[in-house]
């Protein structure tokens, strides 16, 4: 499946985001996380594919069923409403 320009770049940037999932790219594209990497490998400099894979790999949010979570955003619960967030108005 041809994606376009704009396609690549938001599979690259939801494959380097820590919290979306695989599934997630799947979901949306339509391709798998092999796929994913194949498409890396070929799109992204050769050192930048290798960081990206020592990131990624084994990384319990990258995959729905490691997750310890399974709906919703993960936040953590210290983290104040930002009307409230005191060192946002420094």
């Known amino acids: 499946m041809p994606f376009t320009t704009d396609d690549i770049d938001r599979i690259i940037e939801m494959a380097w ?11 949306q594209f339509g391709i798998s996380e092999q796929e994913v990497i194949m498409l890396m490998r070929t799109e992204i400099k050769p050192k930048s594919f290798k960081l990206w894979r020592k990131r990624v790999q084994g990384r319990k ?7 310890d979570f399974q709906k919703g955003r993960f936040k953590c619960s210290r983290q104040k409403q930002i009307t409230h967030n005191k060192i946002s108005k420094r």
């Open 61 to 67: 949010t990258k995959h729905e069923k490691l997750r």
């Open 17 to 27: 985001e820590d919290r979306t999932t695989f599934e997630a790219i799947k979901y």
